[in-house]
């Protein structure tokens, strides 16, 4: 009988056909409530998620046949791991298939960054002609500092070795992870030494909110920042500050710590508006790693690591 997977979010229409030419059995419900799923879970073996609904203790305990949840993307912060590993459930995901396209647009916000082009649009459309004002700032000779320096940082960082920085640095908790691109080094040399961060870690209970006050404060030289890892690593309302202290000269953000525009709470509001209004920010709604052409590698990296799994498991 063939490993059956439920797959409960939208995803490149080539997933069945990739499924079936390795002989899994794939049941695409994109439209399935998180109500549905509670009560047809345990007849599948395995779980294909994006982001729908939270993969926690309460589904994965309905999930009596569970082997594998595979997560068609980079983050795994809405899935229970802890539940999961209980369970010896094996918990796959892809950042391979969408790292060029964070690498990519990561370049993108940071070069529009330095050189005002988002707002110098604006005002050429609007009969202002401000050549002066959005005077810019070269890449080449600046110390680039990566926080996070796994699938995405080195995307970014390779993406950087043609700029001429004058050194790219990655911080990662994870030891031996630099390469040609970048040299690993400490906590303390990023804040000493960087002039420009760029945030590549997951979420966890590490990062949340890693970003405030306290962490802005220790870097020696006023930064540019961008973050296309997750809203909840950076504190908005500590960028809002440091944007007015002039700490931080500008921001790109591709994230937010709340993306539902419509449901902000009253603090959400305030920081949202001064960001929203302020010359020194541009925000793009969570694409960097949402191309056409990610869309469908992220299928193919998972469906290869879940037949791969699949292999292990049979020689056991």
């Known amino acids: 009988m063939a490993f059956n997977i439920l797959i409960i979010d939208k995803m490149h229409p080539s997933i069945t056909s990739l499924l079936e030419s390795r002989g899994i059995q794939g049941d695409y419900r994109p439209d399935i409530t998180r109500a549905?799923?509670?009560?047809?879970?345990?007849?599948?073996?395995?779980?294909?998620?994006?982001?729908?609904?939270?993969?926690?203790?309460?589904?994965?305990?309905?999930?009596?046949?569970?082997?594998?949840?595979?997560r068609a993307g980079a983050g795994l912060d809405k899935i229970d791991l802890s539940a999961a590993n209980a369970r010896g459930i094996k918990v796959l995901n892809a950042p391979e298939g969408n790292r060029d396209a964070v690498g990519e647009q990561t370049i993108g916000m940071l070069l529009s960054l330095l050189h005002n082009v988002q707002r110098a649009d604006w005002e050429v459309k609007n009969f202002a002609w401000k050549r002066e004002a959005n005077r810019g700032v070269e890449l080449m000779d600046k110390v680039v500092g990566v926080i996070g320096y796994g699938n995405m940082g080195k995307a970014f960082a390779k993406r950087l070795s043609?700029?001429?920085?004058?050194?790219?640095?990655?911080?990662?908790?994870?030891?031996?992870?630099?390469?040609?691109?970048?040299?690993?080094?400490?906590?303390?040399?990023?804040?000493?030494?960087?002039?420009?961060?760029?945030?590549?870690?997951?979420?966890?209970?590490?990062?949340?909110?890693?970003?405030?006050?306290?962490?802005?404060?220790?870097?020696?030289?006023?930064?540019?920042?961008?973050?296309?890892?997750?809203?909840?690593?950076?504190?908005?309302?500590?960028?809002?500050?440091?944007?007015?202290?002039?700490k931080v000269l500008g921001a790109a953000l591709d994230v937010l710590e709340n993306e539902k525009l419509q449901n902000l709470s009253e603090a959400e509001k305030q920081s949202f508006e001064f960001l929203r209004k302020s010359p020194h920010i541009i925000m793009t709604p969570h694409i960097a790693g949402w191309t056409h052409e990610s869309f469908q590698k992220i299928n193919e990296v998972l469906v290869d690591k879940i037949q791969q799994y699949l292999q292990v498991k049979e020689k056991i």
Do not use: W
């Not at 799923?37 to 046949?65: H, P, Q």
């Not at 966890?204 to 405030?212: F, G, H, N, P, R």
């Open 162 to 246: 043609s700029f001429g920085c004058k050194d790219v640095i990655a911080y990662d908790r994870r030891p031996d992870r630099g390469d040609e691109y970048a040299r690993q080094v400490s906590m303390d040399e990023v804040f000493e030494r960087a002039e420009i961060i760029s945030l590549h870690v997951p979420l966890d209970e590490y990062t949340y909110e890693l970003v405030d006050d306290d962490f802005l404060d220790c870097f020696e030289h006023n930064i540019y920042l961008v973050n296309t890892a997750r809203g909840k690593v950076l504190v908005l309302d500590a960028l809002q500050r440091k944007i007015q202290e002039g």
């Open 36 to 70: 549905e799923i509670l009560t047809i879970v345990d007849k599948y073996e395995g779980l294909m998620v994006r982001s729908k609904t939270a993969i926690d203790e309460d589904l994965i305990g309905r999930a009596s046949r569970l082997k594998v949840i595979a």
